[in-house]
């Protein structure tokens, strides 16, 4: 009888340990990018991916958080579906980010690699650095120098055309201004943007500046969707934002200047934006004074 008892005790305890959820392991999820193990024929993609966890990451800042996942990549996959696309002994040097950039710093053994291996490594770095918010490029050095046998130095994930399905058309570079948190002023903040298929280089950037800076002490100066810009197009080096007429309601003065001004600079910082006008409702609108190409370089930084 104590037997019986025993072994349904036992039974019990075994249903309710199959019956426990499973719990999640602790930290936020991210994604590391390696070199794919390629089959026979040669096919399939360039790259694969591993997930990774980050305890404690909402804590951490971004530079922070980049530095964990680079030490992650450049332990390996850890399994034998993957390779890393990294030299043996190279390690993480420094690690920084600003103006939506990460620039990494790997020992002199990366500096090895050259032609589709330099090309891979790049962009397991690159993809697997651009998934956090706020690093939309990244530039890789070893011991402190560039690599001269690369088309570019400033890399991004549109860059990585690595399927045949990609939507990107290809990367931009802009100045985007965002007001000092600490003076109001309008300051220059350089970053790549990705400019996908169907997407112009305008609506680009008024997608990034609604979503605001990447750190740097800055604050974002356009509201979120609800800023009412119609349309906005170039034609003859002049740049045409076509406004609400909502905008003009009077007790939105102040936050009007600002984030027009803030638009307005953004647009000149475009190659062959040379100037910006604004219409309101599809006509001409005089009563709104834009910067000139000339006003926008003298705040660069």
């Given at each position: 009888m104590k037997r019986s008892i025993a072994l349904l005790a036992a039974a019990l305890l075994l249903l309710a340990a199959c019956a426990a959820p499973t719990e999640e392991p602790a930290g936020g999820a991210y994604e590391l990018y390696y070199a794919a193990r390629l089959n026979g024929s040669g096919g399939g993609d360039a790259l694969t991916v591993r997930e990774t966890r980050v305890a404690d990451d909402a804590s951490l800042s971004t530079e922070q958080l980049a530095e964990r996942l680079v030490t992650a990549l450049l332990q390996g996959p850890g399994d034998a579906f993957a390779l890393s696309p990294f030299p043996g002994g190279t390690t993480l040097q420094k690690l920084?980010?600003?103006?939506?950039?990460?620039?990494?710093?790997?020992?002199?053994?990366?500096?090895?690699?050259?032609?589709?291996?330099?090309?891979?490594?790049?962009?397991?770095?690159?993809?697997?650095?651009?998934?956090?918010?706020?690093?939309?490029?990244?530039?890789?050095?070893?011991?402190?120098?560039?690599?001269?046998?690369?088309?570019?130095?400033?890399?991004?994930?549109?860059?990585?055309?690595?399927?045949?399905?990609?939507?990107?058309?290809?990367?931009?570079?802009?100045?985007?201004?965002?007001?000092?948190?600490?003076?109001?002023?309008?300051?220059?903040?350089?970053?790549?943007?990705?400019?996908?298929?169907?997407?112009?280089?305008?609506?680009?950037?008024?997608?990034?500046?609604?979503?605001?800076?990447?750190?740097?002490?800055?604050?974002?100066?356009?509201?979120d969707a609800a800023f009412p810009v119609l349309s906005g197009r170039t034609e003859d080096g002049i740049c045409y934002v076509n406004l609400d007429g909502r905008l003009l309601r009077p007790e939105d003065e102040r936050l009007r200047e600002l984030a027009l001004d803030s638009l307005a600079r953004s647009l000149l910082s475009l190659d062959g934006v040379d100037e910006v006008q604004f219409l309101v409702d599809g006509e001409a609108a005089p009563q709104i004074a834009a910067p000139t190409l000339a006003d926008a370089e003298g705040t660069e930084t």
């Open positions: 920084t980010v600003a103006g939506g950039r990460a620039t990494v710093d790997l020992s002199a053994q990366y500096a090895r690699l050259s032609n589709v291996d330099l090309s891979i490594a790049d962009y397991c770095l690159t993809l697997t650095l651009t998934q956090l918010d706020g690093v939309y490029a990244v530039r890789v050095t070893a011991n402190g120098r560039e690599l001269p046998y690369r088309k570019t130095q400033l890399l991004t994930a549109a860059d990585a055309l690595l399927s045949t399905d990609e939507d990107v058309i290809r990367p931009i570079n802009v100045s985007l201004y965002f007001p000092d948190a600490e003076t109001g002023e309008l300051r220059a903040q350089a970053q790549t943007l990705a400019l996908y298929e169907g997407q112009s280089r305008f609506s680009a950037v008024l997608d990034a500046l609604k979503r605001g800076p990447a750190g740097d002490n800055t604050l974002r100066a356009l509201p």
